[in-house]
């Protein structure tokens, strides 16, 4: 597990390199395909069917007010616009699971402030993850930051538990009280994932059967980690070192070296 997430880290990093107005969301798809490819990984979502509709990429990639499952396609980036990008593999058996939301080119200081928060909510969570908790005090760590920027924190959308599948019991929502839910034991790997809209925290999907967006419009946010509850601090699995090398976001590098020796 440690080499898929390791992988989903670096295939991030190789998208976030080519992050810039002009470049379609599709031809960002077929850079993660062929990188994790290249490592010898099967894309997680391509074929991933839900119900009757099947998802046909590799790369979920989200622009502004799409919050998560945005199908690539020709749409080319803009400069301003935020894009969530969900990556996930398989690797000799293995699930690995990763978000990040980038900004192309310069975007509002609105925005700016929504991916600090989402991220931080993110790493918040994480603080919580360690054995003796509960679920419900990494659901209401991450929920209580984000409402306390009045962000709409999404409900109908959660985290989950990952290792031979993708999703995997429990699911791991970012709203919820403290003390409630299941008890974290020792080992038990999950993907915390905080899904976070500027405005309401509806969402819609699209007639594609996949595409969420924010009921509003708002722009949103999603940032995604593999964690491994353990005694004392969570073992975080997937890094975003890779990408955090190659894109200029000073603000999410301060927030991880405030983070308590979880760096991610
Ligand atoms: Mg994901
Ligand atoms: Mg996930």
Known sequence: MRESADLV???????????????????????????????GGVPAFKGYKVGKVIFPNTLCISVNDVVVHGIPDGYRLQEGDLI????GVQLDGY????????????????NV?????????????????????????????VQTHCEGYGYGVVRDLVGHGIGRSLHEDPQVP??????KGKKLK??????????????????ETDDDGWTVR??????????????V???GAAEILTTFEYIEAVVEAPYRREVLHEATGTHG
């Open 95 to 110: 699930f690995g699971d990763s978000a990040y939301t980038f900004a192309v080119g310069e975007t509002s200081e609105e």
């Open 214 to 227: 924010a009921a509003d419009g708002s722009p949103s946010a999603h940032y995604e980690h593999m964690v």
């Open 9 to 39: 880290g670096r295939a991030l990093a190789e998208v976030g390199r080519h992050v810039r107005p002009g470049v379609t969301t599709a031809e960002l798809d077929a850079i993660a395909e062929d990188f994790l490819r290249s490592y």
């Open 84 to 87: 969530s990008v969900d990556c």
């Open 113 to 141: 402030r929504l991916c600090r928060v989402t991220y931080e909510a993110l790493y918040k969570g994480i603080e919580k993850a360690v054995v003796g908790n509960r679920l419900g005090d990494i659901s209401n760590a």
């Open 174 to 179: 970012n709203y919820g009280q403290r003390g």
């Open 186 to 203: 020792d080992g038990l790997a999950i993907c915390i994932e905080p899904m976070i809209n500027r405005g309401t925290a509806d969402v």
């Open 229 to 231: 509850c353990r005694r």
